[in-house]
């Protein structure tokens, strides 16, 4: 049913349970698992920004690789892009150009205030996508 299996990270314990549910389900399907992950620019007069973007960048790179080494444990195809950018911007750009069939995210329960304040990345990929987004509910709840 499903070839392409997209899993986004940003390196936090939501994202990391989700990977785990998407590649359990990629080894069901044999799908290849493409893990994504999108450093936000960032912009300051103080300078810097450059050796920020690339520490980011870094520790990104040891985050996807880590998941595609648990994808290949499984005996699955793995592959991995770490890019700058806008996040839902980035991740539905992925799905377009790499015939990826379904999305799985991790959500951090934010509801209340700091969901409408903070937004969520999970939350603009469903509206946005033409493909399933299956979203693994983790974390703790912020009700403030």
């Known amino acids: 049913m499903f070839e392409h299996i997209l899993i986004p990270t940003d390196g936090s314990d939501a994202a990391r349970s989700a990977a785990k549910t998407g590649i359990d389900l990629a080894a069901e399907q044999d799908a290849t698992v493409h893990v994504l992950s999108v450093v936000k620019p960032i912009h ?4 810097g920004v450059e050796q920020a973007i690339e520490s980011m960048r870094a520790a990104r790179e040891r985050t996807v690789a880590e998941l595609a080494e648990l994808a290949e444990a499984k005996g699955l195809v793995a592959t991995t892009d770490v890019t700058v950018g806008v996040p839902v911007r980035k991740i539905i750009e992925y799905i377009e150009a790499n015939d990826i069939d379904l ?13 409408f304040l903070i937004g969520s990345v999970t939350e603009k990929v469903v509206r946005l996508s033409e493909i399933p987004v299956l979203t693994i509910h983790t974390g703790s709840k912020d009700k403030k």
Do not use: A, F, I, N
């Open 44 to 47: 300051s007069d103080e300078g």
């Open 103 to 115: 999305v799985v995210m991790g959500t951090h329960g934010r509801t209340g205030v700091s969901r």
